[in-house]
């Protein structure tokens, strides 16, 4: 019967014209409206709102807040809804979805990320999407335990001081490998991971906290400069500056892992040529989200996200036919 269908339908293709059988171009391309070419995702690690943006006087992050917030869009009303904890919290980012994970990179991530879709949907080289993290545990993002053909996808990495169980490295060793990275191979998606703050807290060094985190603002202000000067980067890279998790409210900055509005309560930041200027978002967003914002940018699917794209930051272009 099916068989028979398909002899009717060859039959009718045969004897029409040629713009009755199938071609290339009905194949249905996702419309591109967005001018982004490359997105960059940095997290540093455990910041709290109070003691970066919710401070009035954006002592610790000047940079950010006089260079960088005038061009880009961000996001106040910003959280981490699962586990405020390092693992659980990138993964969160990459993947869409909220998973409780061991924080010690011995649990590999149920869904592929953002890295394993964007490499399965564009055909794209390991090379195009990388992982580079200051916290060697952090390599587990580029592996997946889920059986969907996605898991072979991985993107590339660069963790820690040689990979998993080598140890955390500084954070301007990282961003030096990125700009690396970048130079080199002109990725398409990354994420970057800086430690120190988080490190320093778990110290119990108030002062120590203070000055990572500035460091970690001019970090990505000079980043941000850097990439603006490189041809294959500027004006066509989205950059989003987020956070795993907060720190307990109050004087119990040292750690974090609960429910309170500290390690909940992280901030995001969105520059690139696709941001509306100086947005300042109004709708309370969370980690979830990201994923699907970056795949909206770059143009393909997650299948099966919890979170939503962020379109309320972006402004649309009119397609330029390129
Ligand atoms: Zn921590
Ligand atoms: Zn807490």
């Known amino acids: 019967m099916v068989f028979t269908f398909f002899l009717v339908l060859l039959g009718a293709c045969q004897s029409s014209t040629p713009q009755h059988s199938i071609s290339t171009s009905q194949i249905q391309e996702p419309t591109r ?78 869904f592929p990320s953002v890295f394993h879709y964007y490499r399965q949907f564009t055909g794209a080289p390991a090379s195009k999407a990388w992982i580079i993290t200051s916290k060697d545990k952090l390599e587990v993002l580029a592996r997946t335990s889920s059986t969907e053909a996605a898991a072979a996808f991985a993107p590339s990495v660069n963790c820690g001081v040689n990979g998993l169980n080598t140890g955390y490295r500084p954070d301007t060793t990282t961003l030096r490998v990125a700009k690396q990275v970048l130079a080199r191979h002109q990725p398409k998606l990354m994420l ?23 460091q970690s603002d001019r970090l990505v202000a000079d980043f941000w400069k850097w990439l603006q000067k490189q041809p294959r980067f500027q004006r066509n890279t989205t950059l989003l500056v987020t956070n795993d998790h907060g720190r307990h409210t109050g004087r119990r900055f040292k750690n974090h892992g609960d429910n309170c509005e500290g390690c909940r309560h992280i901030s995001l930041l969105a520059l690139g040529p696709d941001v509306k200027p100086g947005t300042v978002a109004t709708r309370a967003r969370s980690q979830a989200d990201v994923a699907a914002t970056m795949a909206e940018l770059l143009g393909f699917p997650i299948p099966q996200r919890d979170g939503e794209p962020m379109t309320e930051l972006f402004q649309q272009h009119a397609l330029t036919g390129e």
Request: aromatic share 8%.
């Open 33 to 110: 409206t967005y001018a982004t070419q490359h997105v960059i995702l940095v997290v540093i690690d455990g910041v709290r709102y109070q003691d970066s943006w919710g401070d009035s006087t954006l002592a610790n992050v000047p940079r950010m807040a006089r260079e960088l917030v005038p061009q880009g869009a961000f996001h106040p009303q910003f959280f981490n809804q699962g586990e405020t904890l390092t693992t659980a919290g990138h993964v969160a980012l990459t993947t869409g979805h909220h998973q409780k994970i061991e924080n010690d990179g011995t649990e590999i991530p149920d």
């Open 192 to 214: 970057i991971n800086l430690r120190e703050p988080d490190t320093e807290a778990h110290e119990g060094d108030w002062n120590g906290y203070l000055k990572a985190i500035q």
